[in-house]
Each structure stands twice: as structure tokens, then as C-alpha cells.
């Protein structure tokens, strides 16, 4: 039977969070850490993964500070690395390896450089870099799909949350379901403070005041596996094809037909993907 929310839900305070996440299987330490978008959790982000990657690895899907039913967190508090290692630390895991979607993939980047002997492996998906020069880019501001997320931010109505479902997929029919839809407005309207923060620290850098240096990356050493969707509008692929030439031991898979969510729409392959990598990359 699928894994369901209720039974891998587990509660545990860190040295200044009390953190939500979801938990199953045995093995190796596997850290998923989620996007930025209204309504993101560790559980809406990856439900579709955990218990694939559960059969092979302990798998930790975490709400970071800010977002689900982790503690709220001003931009001024917001240091995901500092929160993930406190993770670590709390429940007793020396070594891990990290998945990072979009802005958790930034976290796991800045892991890497920050404590390189915290990170067994590196996998993200949509990362972005952060402020380099792009070529493909949008010039005047953010990308398509930050502008529908600030302003979901901003106005969650029903409708501007089905936008931004939609803009995060290549197959909005498949997977922009009322369903999910509901789910995420559902979960971004039952915390208004999570909301309010994001836009109050928006001026100030949230929700990643601290970037990886892009100087560092080709200081990593950790495996690094990066998937990207050819076709997302809120990241451009671009920017894993910098990640590939910079970080020494890294490989990518780029993947038509695919938004921002490649996890969420190639759900199989990101499953084998991953767990070939985790199993087969010393």
C-alpha cells in the first residue's frame, strides 16, 4: 500500500526550530528538501518519491523554516543550511545524502561548500545559481514563474494558485489537478504567517538571503547528480549547465517535456535516477 502523510509524519525540535517531516524506510540518510512556492512541504513536494526511495534508503522530507507545519521564520532567521545541519544533529545523522528542489537545491549546494563532511551526495532539480549573468534568462527581472509565485504570495486566491500549479508544469493537464491545486492553497491559507513573512522579506532577500558563493562550487567534492526540465519556466536550465561546468563530479540529466517538478512529472525515472545514483556513486 502507498505511504500515506498521517503514518511518516514525525515532529522534532532542533536547537532553535521545531520542524515537520516525513520519514520512512532504513538505510542511508536521504534529506529532501522542497521548493519555495506558497503551500510547498516536504509531503506535497515528494509524496510521489518517499516511498520509492524508501525502499532502498532512510528518507527524511522536511518542511524547512517558513513553510508547512515547521516553525514560521522571518528573513531574518532564514538560514536553511544552519536548520538542515541542526536537523542532522537532532536526530543523530553524522552523514547524509541531500535532494534539493529549486530553493532547497540551493540549500544543498551551500551545504556542500559550507560542510562538505555533512553531504555524502548531491541531487537537485531546478536550482537556482543565483545572481550570474544568463543567457537565456529574462534581462528585466525575474523569470515567468517567480512573477505568478511572488504574486500567489501576495494574493492566494484559488485562481492565481492554479497558475501557479500550471506554470510549474510542461503537462498542465496531467498534473495541474484540482486536486493539487486545492491541496496547495489549502496548505499556503493554513499558515497566513509563512505568507506574510515571505512578502514582508521579499526586499530583503527571502527566501534566500544567503547564496552559495559561485566562486566555491568548484570546490565540491560531494557525487553531484543535477536533473533539469528543458522546458521549466521558473529556473532555466541554464543554470544547471553552469552547476555542470563548474562543480568537478557532477553529471546531468536534462529532460524534455518537463516544467520545474521533474519529480513530480517523471516520477519513475526520477525514482531510478536517483536511487542508481545514491546505490552505484561512492
Known amino acids: 500500500m502507498p505511504l500515506t502523510q498521517a503514518e511518516t509524519a514525525r515532529t522534532v525540535t532542533t536547537k532553535d526550530w521545531k520542524l515537520r517531516y516525513y520519514e520512512a524506510g532504513d538505510g542511508h540518510p536521504v534529506v529532501l528538501l522542497h521548493g519555495s512556492g506558497p503551500g510547498a512541504t516536504g509531503w ?15 528518507v527524511y522530507a522536511v518542511d524547512m523554516p517558513g513553510w508547512g507545519d515547521s516553525d514560521a ?3 531574518d532567521r532564514l538560514d536553511h543550511v544552519d536548520a538542515a545541519i541542526q536537523f542532522l544533529d537532532a536526530l543523530g545523522i553524522e552523514r547524509a545524502a541531500f535532494v534539493g528542489n529549486s530553493m532547497g537545491g540551493q540549500t544543498s549546494l551551500r551545504l556542500a561548500t559550507e ?4 553531504i555524502s551526495h548531491l541531487v537537485t532539480m531546478g536550482p537556482p545559481v543565483g545572481r550570474t549573468p544568463g543567457l537565456f534568462a529574462p534581462g ?5 514563474g517567480l512573477k505568478v509565485l511572488i504574486e500567489t504570495y501576495r494574493e492566494p486566491t484559488p485562481e492565481n494558485m492554479r497558475r501557479l500549479v500550471e506554470i510549474m508544469c510542461f503537462d498542465t493537464a496531467a ?3 484540482p486536486e493539487l491545486c486545492r491541496a496547495r492553497s489549502d496548505a499556503a491559507l493554513a499558515r497566513p504567517e509563512h505568507l506574510r513573512n515571505y512578502v514582508e ?3 530583503k532577500g527571502a527566501p534566500l538571503p544567503t547564496w552559495v558563493k559561485p566562486e566555491l562550487l568548484p570546490a565540491i567534492q560531494t557525487p553531484t547528480l543535477l536533473i533539469h526540465g528543458r522546458d521549466d519556466r521558473v529556473v532555466p536550465f541554464e543554470n544547471s549547465l553552469y552547476l555542470l561546468a563548474n ?5 546531468l540529466v536534462l529532460l524534455n517535456r518537463c516544467g520545474h517538478w ?3 512529472e517523471h516520477a519513475a525515472e526520477f525514482n531510478r535516477l536517483v536511487t542508481d545514483f545514491l546505490r552505484n556513486t561512492p
Not at 247 to 251: E, Y
Open 175 to 177: 498534473f495541474a489537478t
Open 262 to 264: 521533474a519529480m513530480i
Open 140 to 144: 528585466g527581472g525575474p523569470s515567468e
Open 247 to 251: 562543480i568537478p563530479d557532477s553529471r
Open 73 to 75: 521564520a522571518t528573513v
Open 44 to 58: 506535497s513536494n515528494f509524496s510521489a518519491n518517499i516511498g520509492a526511495l524508501a525502499e532502498h534508503f532512510h
Open 115 to 118: 560542510h562538505p563532511d555533512r
Open 201 to 203: 522579506g521579499l526586499p
